[in-house]
């Protein structure tokens, strides 16, 4: 986990070096540094690489450092300098979302060459403000990108394209550094897995089929995500599959992946009931030290109240377990009374539904005696299966009357199980007790979190804007990582009265003021942020430097919107 270090900022300074080679050429090396005082003793943070820069240019740097104090009346009243200022791009919130990047191993992970500043660069746009590649290269017009990632050459949308197949490339190498950055010793030995899918707007992704769709979008091609997470929900690694894959297919490379890369001596998986079935039990029973906990579908719990190995009469708000000493399997019992409220309620509200439709058309029949009584109940009929009611509600007809046939029986038959449900695992009792059991699969609502974060407009999962598979994959991997940094900053920012969104925007407002010679930035200096601004700073643990070199790179897209306005 991440500890803060408390230190106080006394000074900004130019480090020089000079080093002479055995060919004779001198080498000059020049960093901007933050001198601190830390337990006691001062030590020094690097911020920038001034080594690029003309000497005029460190010159211009030097000069703000020593004057920063008097440096808004210099410009104002016009020193003896030849220095001007302006309104320069937005710094608050790319810093923050950087710094966070870095804390949890992100910056590391993707590397610091080329293609892991633009894979960097869009994770955090992804953050900052979601679209597609295209939108993240105008937002890097407008935000410090370049000088605080230390991008130095211009990019376009086709660069940020062609970094998401760099991107699942170096998939695997990605999510191991951050796995080891965050288990450097011990592995983790439970992990949470789930699947969503996600619709898609073209006809022409490579990974794009008609499934089971959990967005409700009929019609809508689709593909499936698995997302792997510790027992605390941080993501380890997603995987991408064809939109018709089921659900329990794909196991058997979770499975591979925890066995070969992520997982100890003794590895447990929490998945929901459609997940970890019969063949997956089998599949983790050939790795030696593999366990599960599952729960149980409603016909599954039937056929063991069939069967006597559970009753009733256990399910309790309170937890019971039952032990089946045979197959050597526990089986962790409870009744939500809020869950089977829920429930009730909704079939209330489904009764109501079909009770109105039939005055409907009860009314229907009496102004229009040609029409077909049959027909009218067909619709009706149709309706009840719709919303899985007919198990205990039926209709009739008689003298052109519709009358709904409700059975008590099978109506009681049906709600005994409301807010029921079992928990089942093969882990021994030394290893989790009954409550801890309980605990790790509602765990899986951390994953689900994850889903709905990532695929609503905090980060924009969807709608997806790229066809070929590697960049699909490439795609789905920077959500995931944004994912890792905002629940990390919602994590800092729980005392504040705004979403991480909502904070996010606060800081874009924070700007930096360009210092210009003859029109060209040569340094940037970072003015005191407001009190709000400060405050977000301040429970993220960001210390902002009061200056942020230029590299004077200029990004503009391909694309250009008065083209496409004329077309």
Known sequence: ???????????????????????????????????YREGGQVKHRTVGNLSKCSDKEIDAIRFALKNKDQLPDILAHGGKSDYSSRQGASVGSVYTVYEIAKRLGIVHALGSDRNGKLALWQVLARV??????????????????????????????????????????????????????RYPENKPQLFLYDVTSSYLEGLYNELAAFGYNRDGKKGKKQIVIGLLCDEKGIPLSTEVFKGNTVDVKTMPEQIKKVSQRFGGTEVTFVGDRGM??????????KQEGFHYITALTAPQIKTLMKNDIIQLSLFDQHLVEVCDQEEKLRYILRRNPVRAKEIALSRQGKHFTVKTMVENKNLYLQQHTKAKVDISARDVTVKIKQLKLDTWLSVSSQDRTLTLITSEDLLAEASKLDGCYVIKTDLK?????????????????????????????????????????????????VVMLAYMIVKEL??????????????????????????????????????????????????????????????????????????????
């Open 1 to 35: 986990m991440y500890s803060v270090i408390c230190y106080i900022m006394y000074s900004m300074f130019i480090d020089i070096s000079r080093v002479k080679a055995k060919s004779g050429k001198t080498y000059t090396r020049a960093l901007l540094r933050i001198g």
């Open 128 to 181: 900052i403000d979601q679209g597609s590649r295209l939108s993240a290269v105008r937002l890097a017009t407008s935000h410090a990108a370049c000088d605080v990632l230390g991008i130095d050459t211009p990019f376009t949308e086709d660069h940020l394209y062609n970094n998401l197949d760099w991107l699942y490339e170096n998939q695997n190498r990605i999510e191991d550094r951050l796995f080891k950055r």
């Open 276 to 285: 970890i079935k019969t063949r997956v039990i089998d599949d983790l029973g």
């Open 429 to 477: 009792k030394e290893i989790a007790d009954t409550q801890t059991v309980h605990d790790r699969y509602k765990d899986l609502a951390q994953v689900e979190w994850a889903f709905r974060t990532s695929k609503t407009f905090e980060l924009e999962m969807r709608p997806i804007n790229v066809r070929k598979e590697k960049r699909t994959r490439g795609h789905i991997l």
């Open 490 to 567: 919602g994590r800092l920012w729980t005392m504040v009265d705004l979403t991480v969104e909502e904070a996010i925007n606060e800081l874009s407002t924070l700007c930096l003021t360009e210092m210009c010679d003859n029109s060209v930035a040569v340094c940037n200096l970072i003015p005191a942020p407001r009190e709000s601004v400060r405050r977000l700073l301040d429970d993220a643990k960001v210390v902002l430097p009061p200056i942020l070199p230029s590299n004077g790179v200029i990004v503009a897209t391909r694309k250009k919107l008065p083209e496409n306005r004329q077309q």
